[in-house]
């Protein structure tokens, strides 16, 4: 006997008429979630339910069945015979009622008089036709046009429910409360969400793996969620790379970055007293020295000179060593020496001056000059070529990949100085890499060179630190998929209208800004170090003003102690 049943797969569908037959035997609806083995579960179903009917048709199945009776291949020809001829109740299964013709070749049955539904998918299931078996070589195709999608974004995904999984990463996520998140990629996922009118649900890596001390989980594991189906999509730093396009899926890029060097800012300490800095202390010293022993000199040669006898104003040593002052400072006296041994050397003393003055002015130039000079490290070429500021990146990360493989110069041997301290170069984490930055390594500056986008945040978050981008190893971020997944076209048209509206721009600035409770006073400014002269600020020169005022009230002492001695020796005198 050879009972053949056609089985259609693809986009056909059974219908499901209701299942019945004359003698109460019913078969329950069948239901199911996978349409690729429906039609299976259907035959296995009514293969069983038809055995059923020829037997209840064929013994008593409520008496003890008799001994030696075996059911005849021809019995079961006969019993289908009677089916598609109309001697016996049809038989109504889950694939509707059961019809057989003769084969081609006549040697068995084949099942005719039975369709299928066709249905179509373009965001929901639509019945488009029917495929109908009528005779042996007869098929009847009745279909229709699929009518087309809405592809309103507010319309194709809206109510859905999205797992979205994450790890924290400032400023891409941050962790504000228990289940509660925020930052750039958050502010872009509720940007789309608010547009497509969908919801979701953000979880970090932890809440798939129960590893709690996980807290730099790498984004493998993230990706391998996304295969098993644990998540619909994922966000954050999430790089785009050639191994993880053969996993996932990738939006288009959100957002790129290329890699900068955070390093410290230096300190801005205002100098009071830095105009004494163009000559040493010791030769200040000698300065002074020198005046003095000049004008003590004038003094002694003036008691030998004749033309001081009778003169109203006698050259006494108040008034030489006030007559070298003048000449160190360029003012003019009403004395003028008279003798030749006085005037020799009074010229020397004006030659003495004239070297030092032009000195102190000369270098007095140049230490502003230079004070005014960037002498910060910007690039990673003038970074290479140096051994006094020491530099690192973080291990096992994508840029450590990139210095290890690469050939080409300056970053070959930056690789070689990285491995020769590998310990201290080669930093865990991100945490880490900043706290060098801070504290230094072993006396020296440290430098951290890392994603341009999360050193620039660290920087604008603090005065102590300054980020320098550097043009090689771009990196693009986007949103990560389950390969294939449906809705990826239409989020990709979401973020193609926050571009043109300007909105990712704006979700830019807002995360890469200077905070307002910032307070950097204490710190270099950058736009001071692109000054192309050498302004003076009144913390420079706070110094001579203070002498002065030291001198005023000097003199003022002075003068005040000189009328209160004038007092008291008047009232001795009347006594």
Not at 31 to 36: C, D, E, G, P
Not at 43 to 59: E, G, N, P, T, W
Not at 315 to 324: A, G, T, V
Not at 442 to 456: M, R, V, Y
Request: overall charge neutral; aromatic content about 10%; some cysteine.
């Amino acid at each position: 006997m050879a009972i053949q049943m056609k089985r259609q797969t693809g986009l056909a569908k059974t219908t499901k008429p209701p299942i019945t037959n004359s003698e109460d035997v019913k078969i329950k609806e069948l239901k199911y979630k996978n349409i690729q083995y429906a039609l299976e579960e259907a035959v296995l179903s009514d293969s069983v339910a038809l055995l059923r009917h020829f037997l209840q048709k064929k013994y008593e199945c409520s008496e003890e069945p008799q001994q030696d009776v075996n059911m005849k291949a021809g019995d079961v020809l006969e019993f289908v015979h009677d089916l598609s001829s109309g001697r016996s109740t049809p038989y109504i299964g889950a694939l509707g009622q059961y019809v057989w013709t003769n084969t081609s070749d006549n040697t068995g049955k084949m099942r005719t008089q039975y369709s299928f539904g066709i249905m179509g998918y373009n965001g929901t299931t639509t019945k488009i036709g029917n495929c109908s078996f009528v005779g042996r070589n007869v098929t009847i195709l009745d279909t229709k046009l699929m009518p087309a999608p809405d592809k309103s974004l507010d319309k194709v995904l809206a109510g859905q429910m999205f797992t979205v999984i994450t790890r924290v990463e400032p400023p891409f996520v941050l962790k504000t409360g228990v289940g509660k998140y925020e930052g750039f990629s958050v502010d872009v996922l509720e940007e789309i969400a608010s547009m497509m009118n969908f919801n979701f649900e953000i979880k970090e890596l932890d809440s798939f793996t129960n590893n709690k001390s996980d807290v730099t989980a790498d984004w493998d594991t993230i990706i391998k969620q996304l295969i098993v189906g644990n998540a619909s999509m994922a966000i954050g730093s999430l790089a785009v790379k050639s191994s993880r396009e053969e996993q996932i899926s990738f939006s288009y890029t959100i957002i790129s970055s290329t890699i900068s060097m955070l390093s410290k800012r230096p300190v801005n300490s205002p100098v009071l007293f830095q105009f004494l800095w163009p000559f040493s202390w010791q030769l200040w010293v000698v300065i002074i020295a020198f005046y003095v022993v000049a004008g003590g000199a004038l003094w002694a040669m003036s008691k030998y000179d004749v033309t001081q006898n009778g003169s109203e104003q006698q050259f006494n040593l108040k008034e030489s060593i006030w007559y070298s002052v003048n000449l160190f400072l360029g003012g003019g006296t009403e004395y003028s020496p008279q003798t030749t041994s006085m005037r020799t050397m009074v010229a020397f003393f004006w030659f003495c001056t004239l070297v030092i003055t032009a000195a102190y002015t000369a270098n007095l130039a140049a230490y502003l000059t230079l004070q005014q000079q960037d002498t910060r490290i910007k690039t990673v070429d003038k970074l290479s070529k140096q051994m006094t500021v020491k530099y690192g990146l973080q291990k096992n990360s994508d840029l450590m990949h990139f210095f290890k493989d690469s050939s080409m110069d300056p970053y070959e041997r930056m690789w070689a100085t990285i491995k020769l301290e590998e310990e201290t170069r080669l930093v865990p984490d991100r945490e880490t890499g900043v706290r060098m930055v801070k504290n230094g390594v072993n006396g020296s500056d440290f430098i951290f060179l890392d994603l341009a986008k999360i050193n620039e945040y660290t920087a604008l978050q603090r005065c102590d630190m300054e980020s320098y981008d550097q043009n090689f190893k771009e990196t693009k971020f986007s949103m990560g998929f389950p390969d294939g997944a449906p809705y990826k076209d239409d989020i990709n048209r979401a973020i193609l209208i926050l571009k043109e509206r300007g909105r990712l721009d704006a979700l830019i600035d807002k995360w890469w800004a200077i905070p307002k409770t910032r307070e950097c006073a204490d710190y270099v400014r950058p736009e001071d170090m692109k000054k192309p002269t050498a302004e003076l600020d009144l913390d420079n020169m706070l110094g001579v003003f203070i002498i002065l005022m030291a001198c005023v009230s000097l003199s003022v002492i002075i003068e005040v102690s000189k009328r209160i001695r004038m007092i008291f020796n008047g009232r001795r005198k009347k006594v």
